[in-house]
């Protein structure tokens, strides 16, 4: 099975068809592992883990333990979503984009100018084979068993994308960020659920559509129900529906 999740409702919501989803008269809940017919791969489960990384990390926690109680052998997590872009002329409003490493940039030691993941004693996690501490890279749909058909999306060019908690809302802090990381894209789940994956032994393949520019923007330089609309693109890409 397949675990299909995103922040928000409205992000769930534009990538999956509502028929796919059983009727929720209150709308979709958080932190419920939800059934989810899909296409080539029969039944699958999709979760609404709510906003920001704390969110992300509990709401996976619980929905991947759900499904273990319940007996639901999953193979795999998909997580879809919005994201900002540092730089609209190379990464667009409304393009798709599959990440290839999320970096959490708030983890490790701060110096008073930055915070160093190697300078801190302790990483977030070890399987004996790696330490985990602020980067993870991420799958492709090729390590899922899929691959993209007909829609111009494609594991070729994997973008990186930095994962916070507080949105960059000044100029100094988005040239700042750029000029360490060199992302293409801030969200603020994504490091959070491919952590909660690999620590599942689950490979996670993310793709997100970008919906603003990181930072301040003018009214041009958003579009969110348009980024909201790209995402329904994802699963018939990947043969899912």
């Given at each position: 099975?397949?675990?299909?999740c995103?922040?928000t409702?409205d992000?769930l919501?534009?990538?999956?068809?509502?028929s796919?989803?059983p009727?929720e008269?209150?709308?979709?809940?958080?932190?419920?592992?939800l059934p989810?017919?899909?296409?080539?791969?029969g039944q699958?489960?999709a979760?609404v883990?709510g906003?920001?990384?704390?969110?992300?990390?509990?709401?996976?926690?619980?929905?991947?333990?759900?499904c273990?109680?319940?007996?639901?052998?999953?193979?795999a997590?998909?997580?879809?979503?919005?994201?900002g872009?540092f730089?609209?002329?190379?990464w667009?409003?409304?393009?798709?984009?599959?990440?290839?490493?999320e970096?959490?940039p708030e983890y490790?030691?701060?110096d008073g100018?930055?915070v160093?993941?190697?300078?801190?004693?302790?990483?977030?996690?070890?399987?004996g084979?790696?330490?985990?501490?602020?980067?993870?890279n991420l799958?492709?749909?090729?390590d899922l068993?899929?691959?993209w058909?007909?829609?111009g999306?494609t594991?070729?060019?994997?973008?990186?994308?930095?994962?916070?908690?507080g949105?960059?809302?000044s100029?100094?802090?988005?040239q700042h960020?750029?000029q360490?990381?060199g992302?293409a894209?801030?969200?603020?789940?994504?490091?959070a659920v491919a952590?909660?994956?690999a620590r599942a032994?689950?490979?996670?393949?993310?793709?997100?559509?970008?919906s603003n520019k990181v930072?301040?923007r003018?009214?041009?330089?958003?579009?969110?129900?348009g980024?909201?609309?790209?995402?329904?693109?994802?699963?018939?890409?990947?043969?899912?529906v």
């Amino acid at each position: 099975m397949i675990l299909l999740c995103a922040a928000t409702p409205d992000e769930l919501l534009a990538a999956v068809p509502a028929s796919l989803l059983p009727h929720e008269p209150a709308g979709l809940p958080l932190l419920k592992p939800l059934p989810l017919r899909l296409g080539t791969t029969g039944q699958g489960v999709a979760c609404v883990t709510g906003v920001g990384p704390i969110n992300a990390a509990l709401g996976m926690g619980i929905v991947l333990a759900q499904c273990a109680a319940a007996g639901q052998r999953l193979r795999a997590v998909i997580h879809v979503g919005l994201a900002g872009s540092f730089d609209l002329e190379r990464w667009p409003l409304g393009a798709l984009h599959v990440v290839g490493e999320e970096i959490w940039p708030e983890y490790g030691l701060h110096d008073g100018r930055q915070v160093v993941a190697q300078a801190f004693g302790f990483p977030q996690w070890s399987d004996g084979k790696r330490e985990v501490r602020d980067r993870l890279n991420l799958a492709t749909a090729a390590d899922l068993g899929l691959k993209w058909r007909g829609s111009g999306l494609t594991d070729e060019q994997p973008v990186r994308s930095l994962t916070v908690a507080g949105v960059s809302a000044s100029v100094q802090r988005v040239q700042h960020l750029r000029q360490l990381y060199g992302a293409a894209l801030e969200n603020m789940e994504g490091f959070a659920v491919a952590y909660a994956a690999a620590r599942a032994g689950l490979p996670c393949l993310e793709v997100r559509s970008v919906s603003n520019k990181v930072g301040p923007r003018a009214a041009h330089e958003k579009d969110f129900p348009g980024a909201l609309r790209q995402l329904a693109r994802i699963l018939p890409a990947l043969n899912l529906v």
